[in-house]
């Protein structure tokens, strides 16, 4: 089986907005029901989990009735950061009765504009090699900087890949991962990705990402996305 697992547990404190962003409405629908329809399309999903911010499950899952997502079947407690919410909603997923060998599709709750070819080639690459990581090459040349302002070191652009989710693991493998960070004291990595490298011994695999899979952080972002969305109204239906 096949699941997706959206991380809505984050307050969007860098929109500045009185409502959380994944909460806000495009086009007349949150945002964070443009991602879950991503999913409900999708042939090979079978369930939806939400891991959400604490005072909106009621929210989430009246919006679900109201834009027939009927996929999602579990709605779980967000955590303090990224880190925890994962592992809120795989450790949820387990006791659901979940498989250690089903597939997870981590995904942000505020990248409304997934194609159904990433999911698919998420599902392929997950299955074919373990580990699946949604991303796109870098095109900037990048500086380093300690201090955001100033900068003498330039890092060599070949080699780095800009991350999006889905990020898609066997279930098994992710709480092997989360059990061995909590043991290592690892509590606040970014992403799923950035967790497997720090513990090292695991070869991720790169599906192509697209730069339209916008993560939504600023009021910026928001206005890219309504731009998009003019233009290619029913994302998930590509
Ligand atoms: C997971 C992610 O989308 C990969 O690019 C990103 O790290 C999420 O960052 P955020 O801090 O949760 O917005």
Redesign the pocket.
């Known amino acids: 089986m096949n699941y997706a697992l959206i ?1 809505a547990g ?1 307050s969007g404190n ?1 929109m500045g907005q009185d409502i959380p962003k994944q909460f806000m409405h495009v086009d007349n629908c949150p945002i964070i029901i443009h991602t879950l329809m991503a999913f409900q399309k999708h042939p090979d999903i079978q369930g939806i989990a939400v891991v959400c911010l604490a005072g909106w499950e009621t929210v989430l899952q009246s919006y679900a009735n109201q834009f027939n997502i009927t996929k999602l079947k579990w709605i779980f407690p967000g955590g303090n950061n ?1 880190q925890e919410s994962i592992h809120n909603g795989i450790y949820g997923l387990k006791e659901a009765g979940c498989s250690d060998d089903d597939l997870i599709l ?1 995904h ?1 709750a ?2 409304p504009l997934l194609s159904q070819d990433i999911i698919s080639s998420n599902i392929a690459i997950c299955q074919k090699y373990g580990y699946a990581i949604t991303g796109i090459k870098c095109r900037e040349a990048i500086l380093e900087s300690e201090d955001g302002f100033t900068s003498t070191t330039s890092i060599p652009r070949d080699k780095l890949i ?4 889905p ?1 898609t693991f066997r279930l098994g493998n992710l709480i092997a991962a989360h059990e061995e960070a909590m043991a290592k004291g690892i509590t606040n990595s ?5 967790l497997m490298a720090e513990l090292g011994g695991r070869q991720m695999h790169v599906v192509p990402g697209s730069e339209k899979n916008i ?1 939504i ?1 600023t009021i910026e972002d928001l206005e890219i996305l309504k731009a998009l969305m003019k233009v290619q109204p029913e994302s998930w239906l590509k």
Do not use: H, L, N, W
């Open positions: 991380i984050g860098r990224g981590v942000d505020v990248r800009r991350t999006q989710t990020q970014v992403a799923s990705c950035t993560k952080t």
